[in-house]
């Protein structure tokens, strides 16, 4: 089976800080990697997407990716209490002869004003 | 432009009752995925299709849960019968392209509680 993990949280910070969200997966040959955010009672919305080694940035948002190490993380710069939300690491996995995404369980990040 | 459109938001019914779920997909998209959504187990895939044809199929639970497209645009998730252990979120997901390589737009959810 294979597993996305990540803390289950919560995290709290102060807004202003920097919040640090961490994943690891099990499959070495996962090719694609996505960081949703869902507020609560809501659907799962996109907000980063990585594919490469290295960081990628997107305005308050940098995902960092580690394939070697199978790791993938979300950087969320000055963070607001609009932010307070679970973001999900979603690892696309080829799955007999298909591909499917598979979930973490996500993260509830709190940010307090 | 409508995003993924799911009926009914709610739904709560007896053990044993037949439940359906619909889901319109966004227009122009190829790929539409059932997701199931509970604090134990998290979001789950339960099938996904391409052009109408179901890829895989692995996710589904049992017998009891059967899903399908009869066109472009439209899917069901039909639950006979249902157990209270099915109460779950959800979702349809809809993507341009074949795979999981590409962004998932996601309907609101359906919740459904099985008494």
């Known amino acids: 089976q294979k597993e996305v993990e990540q803390n289950s949280g919560p995290l709290s910070v102060p807004e202003g800080a920097i919040a640090s969200l961490n994943c690891t997966y099990s499959d070495r040959v996962s090719q694609s990697f996505f960081w949703y955010r869902q507020y609560s009672g809501k659907s799962p919305e996109l907000i980063m997407s990585i594919y490469s080694n290295g960081d990628k940035e997107d305005g308050r948002f940098t995902a960092q990716l580690n394939k070697a190490s199978q790791y993938v993380s979300l950087l969320i710069r000055d963070s607001q209490p609009s932010d307070s939300a679970t973001y999900l690491c979603a690892v696309n996995t080829p799955q007999g002869g298909s591909e499917k995404l598979v979930f973490g369980k996500g993260t509830k990040l709190t940010v307090n004003p | 432009d409508a995003g993924v459109i799911q009926s009914p938001r709610h739904e709560v019914t007896e053990m044993g009752q037949e439940v359906t779920l619909r889901c319109k997909l966004i227009s122009g998209h190829n790929s539409l995925f059932w997701y199931r959504q509970t604090m134990m187990r998290g979001l789950e895939l339960l099938i996904y299709f391409n052009n109408n044809v179901p890829i895989d199929d692995s996710g589904m639970p049992e017998d009891r849960f059967s899903a399908k497209m009869p066109n472009a645009s439209f899917s069901t998730l039909k639950i006979q019968p249902s157990e209270p252990r099915d109460s779950a979120v959800y979702f349809c997901?809809?993507?341009?392209?074949?795979?999981?390589?590409?962004?998932?737009?996601f309907g609101p959810g359906t919740r459904l509680t099985v008494l």
């Open positions: 997901a809809s993507s341009p392209r074949r795979g999981a390589s590409d962004t998932q737009y």
